[in-house]
């Protein structure tokens, strides 16, 4: 049980546009989402905490109008990183959890964007 | 603020030696500690955790680590490595009042045969 997906695992983009990140709870009611971003040889830095029906609070220095986080259901959330450079090139996880899991999280398999 | 520092970047051990990677977190109140490994091209895996009660948690694969209030460590050990045990390991940190998870910047672990 606990299982959470992502699609799409890769992706490769164009400067300039937009590219969505979907994260699924496959075997559960997901209260709360997390989005991480991940860099080469790097630790995790949380990026947004969404709850569902609510906004996601975002972490300081993370521009929220550039990441779009929507938590429209209990068992999805996406990420859209709008007008993508280069720079926001990273490998982007999700996690999730329950409201019967109270600490922990269940990660995605995260997906690796790449921006030309 | 909630952190975690985790004091080695790269150990590289031989077959069969002992691991031990420290984690320190900065956190006064109660905390729940967890650490993570990250597999070459996988995604992150629980190995445990701690939530309370004996301090000496066991995990999967012959981990364990052990939960020390008074240094706020939570350092991860295995008596003996394997080369499968090849990844990287993250510690977490969840405290009392937040939501998210911290996480330490990382350890890699090289085994070599």
């Known amino acids: 049980g606990a299982v959470v997906s992502q699609h799409p695992s890769r992706v490769i983009c164009k400067s300039g546009t937009s590219v969505k990140i979907e994260c699924r709870s496959l075997d559960f009611q997901a209260t709360t989402m997390f989005w991480y971003r991940q860099f080469p040889k790097q630790s995790l830095m949380l990026m947004a905490t969404?709850?569902?029906?609510?906004?996601?609070?975002?972490e300081q220095g993370v521009e929220k109008d550039k990441f779009l986080i929507n938590h429209a259901s209990l068992t999805l959330s996406t990420l859209t990183v709008t007008s993508a450079h280069p720079e926001d090139s990273s490998f982007y996880i999700c996690s999730a959890r329950g409201a019967s899991f109270t600490y922990e999280q269940y990660f995605g398999p995260g997906t690796r964007l790449t921006v030309t | 603020a909630q952190s975690v520092s985790q004091h080695n970047h790269h150990v590289i051990l031989s077959e069969a030696a002992s691991l031990e990677l420290g984690c320190n977190y900065s956190?006064?109140?109660?905390?729940?500690l967890f650490w993570y490994v990250q597999y070459p091209g996988q995604h992150l895996q629980l190995l445990l955790k701690y939530f309370s009660g004996d301090p000496l948690v066991k995990g999967i694969k012959g981990f364990e680590a052990e939960f020390i209030k008074s240094k706020f460590s939570f350092n991860l050990r295995k008596p003996s490595v394997q080369w499968s045990d090849t990844a990287e390991y993250f510690c977490a940190v969840n405290s009392e009042g937040y939501h998210d998870m911290r996480f330490g910047a990382g350890t890699r672990l090289t085994v070599k045969p």
């Open positions: 969404s709850n569902e029906g609510s906004k996601a609070t975002y």
């Open positions: 956190y006064g109140g109660t905390v729940n």
